[in-house]
C-alpha cells in the first residue's frame, strides 16, 4: 500500500514452507487460548505444525472426538510394518480426561485402546515411576496443563501404537547431574515398535529424557523441546541393526550428551532439528548428533548453534549430510559427503530450509495450546482432486456444493496438487474448511495472479484490491488448513498498470480460524476484514507463515496471528523497503496482536516498519491499532518502527510493543512506546477473541 491509496480503487481495503529459561521458552508454555481439547479431523503436516491429513466420510463419532486424537504419525512411525498399519494410538476407543495417577495408570495399562488426556499435573509416587503403558494408547495433554511430575513412561517389549503428545514430563532430578543411580527417563522404550512422540517439552530428569532401547523400531520423535538434562536421547543398547527411526523439528536445548547418540540402527533419519548451546551456562554440549556402530544416518536441513563436536561418527557407521548450518560450532563435524538410504523410498515429507529452522522451531516445538470444546454436528466431508479421484476437480467446485445456509461443519479436503483458480466462499456458506491433505502446507497450494488494476473479464473494470484476492472468504466460521494460499502477480511485468496490489486470502468475516498455512505475495497479501465497519470480525491464525513487503497484513478485522513466522521479502526491483501492518481499525475495536511470533526474512537492516495507520477512504474516526508483543524481531525491522500514512500520524492512533526480542527489537521512547505490564494484561489472546474459543474443524 502506498500513500496514495485513500483512492476509491482501494476502497474493500485494500515462508517457506535463548535458554531453556528463557522468557521466549516460559512463553511458549503458556499461551493457551483454552483448557479443554477441540474436535476435529485436523492432522499433524510433515513439518510439524497443525495440518490436516484427508479424512474422507468421517462420522459423526468421529467428529466430537478430541483434537488430534483422530491423527495418525508421520515418518516411520507411519510405515505399515510388523502387522501395524501406521501408527494412530488410541483412535477409535473411548477417550477419557484423568487428573489423577490411579486415573492415568488405570487407563494406560489397559488391554482396550484409549484416548487418555491429561488435564492436570499429575505427580508420580513414588519418585522416579514410570507407568508400562500398554498398546493401542493415545496420551495427550490437554492444551498446557498435561504435566507428568517426577517421572514418566515406560514402553516394553512388543508393546505398539502408542502416541504421547503435548504433554510436560519433568523433574524427577534426584541431584547428580551425570545420574548413574536413578534410570528415571521421561519416555523409555525397550523392544517397542510404532511409536510416536510428537509436541512434547521434556526436561530436568533424573537420567534420559528419551531412551530408545533393545530394537525399538517404527519410531518417530517430532516437534519436542529437550532441554536442561544431561542426557536428551540415547537410541540403541542392541548388537541388532534393525531399527528404523524419524526424528525431526526437536529443540534440543541445554543438554550436554545423546542429542542424540544413535546406535546400531539400520535407519536413522534426522532432518529439520535445532541444536543450541547457549554461551557461558554451566551446561557444555559434549557432542550432537553422534553415529555409532553399525547405524546408517541421514542427516538433512537441521541447524547447530555453538556446539562442540555437532556431527560425529564411528568408522564403522554411514552418515550422509546435506543441508545443515553449523554456527559457532566448534571440533568435530564429520558430516562432509557419505551415501546412505533414501528416507523417500520409505515414506514423503518435506524439508524446511536449514536457515528457517531455529525461528521455526522455536515457534512450534513442545506442547500446542487447545482451541475449543468437542463439536456436537456431524462434520460432510467434500473431497477435490486434480486427477479425478476426488468428488470435484477444483475447490470452487466444491465450494459450490456446499448448500447455502449450513450450520454444520463443512471440510473441502484438498488432494495435494497446484490449483490455478480463485476460490470465493460467499456469506451464504458458513462453516467451511479449507483443508489440505498432503503431508506438508507446501503440497496443497491455490494460487492466482489478479490485482488491484487487473481487468475483469466482462469489461466492467478492475477488480480493486479486494476483488484481487485468490481466495475470499466472506461467511462466518471459515477456516483454513495446511496448505498454501498464494497470489504471484507478476509486478516487474506490469509497472505500467494502475494498481499493483494483489491479495492472497482475503477475510471478510467473523469466527476465522487460520491453522497452519502459508499464506505469500508481495504487495497486501493478507486481508483481514470485516463485513461491514459496524461487524465485528475476530480471526485468529496460528502456526503459519505470511510472505509479503508492503502493507501485507491490513485490515480491520480484530485479529491474532500467534506463534507463526512473518517473512519480509524485497520488492519487484530487488530493493528493501515495506510495511507490516496497515490496520484500519474502527474505535472500540481491537485491531491487530501480533504475539509470540518471528519476524525474519532475507532484506537489508533497518528498511521494515512494524506498521502504518490505514484511515480507509480517510475516515478519521477509524483508531488503527497493531500490537506487537513477546515477539523475535530481525534486524530488518527500522528503530522507529511505526510511520504516518496518508496525512494520519501514527501517534495518533494505537500502536505499541512488549517484551519483544531480537535485533531489531529496541527500548522504549517517544518513537517506540512499549506497554506497561498492566496495559500489556489486557493486550492477550483471549482479549481478541472475546470469548469465541476456536476449535479446530
Do not use: C
Not at 510436560?168 to 547428580?176: P, V
Not at 480463485?422 to 462453516?431: D, F, M
Not at 470485516?530 to 465485528?536: F, N, S, Y
Not at 509479503?548 to 528493501?576: C, E, H, P, Q, Y
Request: no cysteine.
Amino acid at each position: 500500500m502506498t500513500a496514495d491509496r485513500r483512492t476509491a480503487q482501494h476502497a474493500p481495503h485494500g515462508p517457506t514452507d535463548g535458554s531453556h529459561r528463557s522468557r521466549r521458552a516460559r512463553l511458549a508454555l503458556v499461551t493457551a487460548v483454552a483448557t479443554t481439547l477441540a474436535a476435529g479431523v485436523a492432522a499433524t503436516t510433515a513439518n510439524g505444525l497443525p495440518g490436516a491429513h484427508d479424512a474422507p466420510g468421517i462420522s459423526a463419532a468421529a467428529a466430537a472426538s478430541p483434537v488430534r486424537a483422530d491423527e495418525a504419525a508421520d515418518g516411520f512411525a507411519s510405515v505399515d510394518a510388523l502387522g501395524q498399519d501406521g501408527t494412530y494410538g488410541g483412535r477409535g476407543g473411548e477417550t477419557v480426561t484423568v487428573r489423577t495417577l490411579a486415573d492415568l495408570e488405570k487407563y494406560a495399562t489397559a488391554p482396550q485402546p484409549y484416548v487418555i488426556v491429561v488435564a492436570a499435573a499429575i505427580t508420580m509416587d513414588p519418585k522416579g515411576r514410570e507407568i508400562k503403558v500398554a498398546s493401542d494408547k493415545t496420551i495427550i495433554g490437554s492444551g498446557t496443563s498435561g504435566h507428568i511430575v517426577g517421572g514418566g513412561f515406560f514402553l516394553g517389549q512388543g508393546v505398539h501404537n502408542v502416541i504421547i503428545r503435548n504433554l510436560t514430563i519433568r523433574d524427577s532430578y534426584a541431584g547428580t547431574w551425570n545420574d548413574k543411580e536413578h534410570d528415571w527417563d521421561a519416555i523409555q522404550m525397550d523392544g517397542a515398535h510404532h511409536v510416536w512422540i510428537d509436541h512434547n517439552d521434556l526436561r530436568n530428569m533424573a537420567d534420559g529424557l528419551i531412551d530408545s532401547r533393545k530394537d525399538t523400531t517404527y519410531l518417530t520423535v517430532s516437534w519436542n523441546r529437550l532441554q536442561h538434562d544431561n542426557k536428551a536421547f540415547g537410541i540403541g543398547w542392541t548388537e541388532n541393526t534393525t531399527a528404523d527411526i524419524t526424528i525431526h523439528h526437536n529443540w534440543l536445548h541445554e543438554t550436554e550428551q545423546r542429542n542424540p547418540s544413535t546406535d546400531n540402527v539400520a535407519h536413522a533419519h534426522l532432518y529439520n532439528n535445532f541444536l543450541q548451546d547457549d554461551p557461558g551456562t554451566d551446561i557444555t554440549t559434549s557432542y550432537g548428533n553422534y553415529a555409532r556402530g553399525h547405524t546408517n544416518m541421514v542427516l538433512e536441513n537441521s541447524y547447530f548453534d555453538g556446539l562442540n563436536n555437532p556431527v560425529t561418527r564411528d568408522s564403522t557407521a554411514t552418515l550422509a549430510q546435506r543441508g545443515s548450518v553449523f554456527a559457532g560450532t566448534t571440533g568435530r563435524n564429520e558430516s562432509g559427503g557419505g551415501t546412505s538410504f533414501d528416507p523417500r523410498s520409505y515414506y514423503a515429507y518435506t524439508l524446511d530450509a536449514a536457515a528457517e529452522v531455529p525461528a521455526l522451531v522455536k515457534a512450534g516445538a513442545g506442547p500446542r495450546s487447545t482451541v475449543g470444546a468437542a463439536a456436537t454436528a456431524a462434520v460432510t466431508t467434500l473431497t477435490v482432486a486434480k486427477d479425478g479421484s476426488g468428488q470435484y476437480g477444483s475447490v470452487q467446485a466444491a465450494v459450490n456444493a456446499v448448500p447455502a445456509g449450513n450450520t454444520a461443519r463443512t471440510v473441502i479436503s484438498i488432494a495435494p496438487g497446484t490449483y490455478r483458480e480463485p476460490v470465493r466462499i460467499p456469506s451464504t456458506k458458513q462453516n467451511v474448511t479449507l483443508q489440505g491433505s498432503g503431508p506438508s502446507r507446501r503440497s496443497t497450494v491455490i494460487v492466482y495472479d489478479n490485482a488491484s488494476g487487473t481487468q475483469k473479464p466482462d469489461g466492467s473494470g478492475p477488480y480493486g484490491t479486494g476483488g484481487s484476492a485468490t481466495v475470499a472468504a466472506e461467511a462466518d466460521g471459515f477456516q483454513a488448513r495446511n496448505l498454501t494460499i498464494a497470489n504471484d502477480f507478476d509486478e516487474a511485468a506490469h509497472q505500467d498498470m494502475s494498481g499493483l496490489q494483489a491479495v492472497a486470502l482475503r477475510t471478510a468475516a467473523d469466527k476465522v480460524f487460520l491453522d497452519s498455512i502459508i499464506t505469500e505475495g508481495d504487495q497486501d497479501t493478507l486481508l483481514l476484514d470485516t463485513a461491514a465497519k459496524e461487524k465485528l470480525g475476530r480471526v485468529y491464525m496460528r502456526n503459519s507463515y505470511v510472505v509479503g513487503n508492503v502493507d501485507f497484513v491490513f485490515g480491520r478485522a480484530s485479529a491474532v496471528i500467534d506463534a507463526s513466522v512473518i517473512t519480509l521479502k524485497k520488492r519487484w526491483n530487488g530493493s528493501s523497503a515495506g510495511y507490516i501492518t496497515a490496520p484500519s481499525t474502527a474505535a472500540g475495536r481491537k485491531g491487530f496482536l501480533i504475539n509470540n511470533s518471528t519476524v525474519n526474512g532475507d532484506v537489508s537492516p533497518a528498511t521494515f516498519y512494524l506498521g502504518r495507520p490505514w484511515h480507509a477512504g480517510g475516515d478519521a474516526t477509524l483508531d488503527p491499532m497493531t500490537t506487537v508483543r513477546d515477539t523475535t524481531l530481525s534486524a530488518a525491522i527500522r528503530p522507529a518502527p511505526w510511520t504516518d500514512m496518508s496525512g494520519f500520524s501514527w501517534k495518533d492512533d494505537r500502536f505499541a510493543e512488549y517484551r519483544n526480542d531480537g535485533p531489531g527489537a529496541g527500548t522504549a521512547g517517544g518513537d517506540r512506546p512499549q506497554l506497561s505490564d498492566g496495559a500489556a494484561a489486557g493486550q492477550e489472546v483471549a482479549d481478541w477473541l472475546s470469548g469465541w474459543t476456536p476449535s479446530a474443524s
